[in-house]
């Protein structure tokens, strides 16, 4: 058995196989539909919908995929090691085939002509093709594509009704009409697109609808990672079916083993995947032992919803986490979790200075807590607090740094420095701690003058050297605090 396909309509089962014919030592391919009157515990009824008597196939080149579309169903059939059937209207071979789900042709298929009765050609969708193991749906362009291997080099194309791919033996065949030829092959076996039409997009990312994953098998029972193949890759294509990006490393083996990726399906809560032999094989390629794995997304992993996974951003650095809490620190701050009251993108808490608020009322008043915590180097280094109601540029050179306030006639640092650690601000003058972190409180008395709404303080320190003769080592951040009646 190499294909399946279940129709929602009836849930029965339709199975492509090879069976041994009647008549001869060859092998004989077939469809069959499976029904079940028990909910698909037991089969009620097996029948084979469509026999393809001397058409014989072997261990690859077979039928494969098996896809219904519409009520109708696709059938490819590999072209049974014999290049010529391919070209060959005559022959269901090395074509892409469109029957009814009783197994007769489709009238609607190309070349369909019941006068002079129904042979393979009747079934012919499209020819041409050489090995086409992968084919699905793509919901938004209502095409369907095909992965199909070749000699040395493997073709990914979207199926056009009654087109010839033109596999004629050679390799260079296997370019005509491809979005994306592999060479040297890489052996793509199946096809999904990740799209709301199927089970709502797979719980996948908004970014990802559309997209195309391919399993690409690579050699045959290759041990450990492979530079061809063993991986799922990932393909963005444009509205019309043209290939934008791709192959993208989507998933990579990375074990010790033999398994590959084959078999593949998108699902309600991700794409489902096969192992083509046992990963810890050690028995030969025909033990049993492979797995069915599954590859999800959650929100929880992708707090941006950009299509990457957040830890995999951050260990590759294409977003930073300042804060340390495995979240990439645009998604702190976008969820509230994080502030960025100096506005430069990145968590306070990554800064020198952060504060509880950036905005008081004059008519309620509030305290503003003002937390420091500098590298820890500055253990136990001297503080200074400060503020300025005329703004951050060009800032105050001290002692060569440059803080980021104005500080020359500057009213609000006057007022600070009269009032330095006594009613109006607390603790804004001191020694940090073991820790390197000190708080201080500015005190906004409630009925404040009014005449003040409007202005926008900022508030920065320094840090001294008390060994260098209290020398300024330090200038942080500024932060602003606005004045609201
Ligand atoms: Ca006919
Ligand atoms: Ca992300
Ligand atoms: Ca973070
Ligand atoms: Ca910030």
Not at 232 to 246: K, S
Request: charged share 15%; net charge negative; hydrophobic share 35%.
């Amino acid at each position: 058995m190499t294909g399946i396909a279940v129709d929602p309509a009836s849930g029965d089962l339709f199975v492509a196989r090879l069976a041994r014919s009647a008549t001869s030592s060859n092998n004989e391919p077939g469809i069959v539909r499976l029904s079940s009157s028990d909910g698909g515990r037991t089969s009620s009824s097996r029948v084979t919908i469509l026999n393809m008597p001397g058409e014989w196939q072997g261990q690859s080149h077979q039928i494969s995929n098996l896809e219904i579309v519409g009520g109708r169903l696709y059938a490819h059939m590999g072209d049974g090691f014999d290049s010529a059937t391919a070209q060959n209207l005559s022959s269901f071979r090395g074509k892409i085939l469109c029957l009814e789900l009783s197994g007769a042709a489709a009238p609607t298929n190309p070349f369909y002509d019941i006068v002079n009765g129904i042979t393979a050609r009747d079934y012919v969708w499209c020819y041409g093709v050489r090995n086409p193991f992968g084919g699905a749906l793509r919901a938004a362009d209502g095409f369907r594509y095909v992965v199909e291997n070749g000699p040395s080099i493997d073709r990914f194309a979207r199926l056009v009704q009654g087109r010839n791919y033109l596999w004629n033996g050679s390799d260079q065949s296997m370019s005509n009409f491809a979005l994306y030829t592999w060479n040297p092959a890489s052996g793509p076996v199946n096809l999904a697109f990740v799209q709301p039409e199927s089970f709502g997009g797979s719980g996948y990312p908004a970014a990802k609808q559309g997209h195309a994953y391919v399993t690409e098998s690579g050699a045959t029972y290759a041990t450990g990672p492979q530079s061809i193949g063993k991986k799922i890759t990932e393909w963005v294509l444009d509205a019309n079916g043209n290939r934008v990006a791709g192959p993208i490393p989507f998933v990579e083996y990375v074990g010790a083993g033999q398994a590959t990726a084959v078999g593949l399906a998108a699902g309600p809560d991700g794409l489902y995947f096969t192992e083509l032999y046992r990963d810890a094989g050690g028995s030969g390629p025909t033990i049993a032992g492979a797995r069915l794995l599954r590859v999800r997304f959650s929100s929880r992993d992708d707090c941006d919803g950009n299509g990457l996974h957040d830890a995999c951003e951050i260990a590759t650095g294409s977003q930073p986490d300042c804060n340390g809490n495995s979240f990439p620190d645009g998604c702190d701050l976008a969820s509230g979790r994080s502030r960025d009251y100096d506005r430069n993108g990145r968590p306070d808490e990554c800064e020198a200075l952060s504060a509880d608020r950036d905005e008081v009322s004059l008519a309620q008043g509030a305290q503003v807590r003002f937390s420091l915590h500098p590298d820890l180097a500055n253990a136990g280094r001297p503080y200074f607090l400060i503020g300025s109601a005329s703004g951050t540029q060009p800032g105050t050179v001290l002692d060569g740094l440059t803080l980021p306030l104005n500080l020359v006639g500057d009213e609000w640092f006057r007022q600070i420095v009269l009032t330095t650690n006594s009613g109006l601000f607390q603790s804004n003058f001191g020694n940090l701690d073991g820790a390197a972190r000190a708080s201080a409180t500015l005190l906004v008395p409630p009925s404040s003058d009014p005449i003040l709404a409007g202005i926008t303080l900022h508030h920065a320190y320094v840090l001294f050297d008390p060994a260098n003769f209290y020398a300024i080592t330090f200038a942080s951040n500024a932060l602003p605090l606005r004045l609201t009646p």
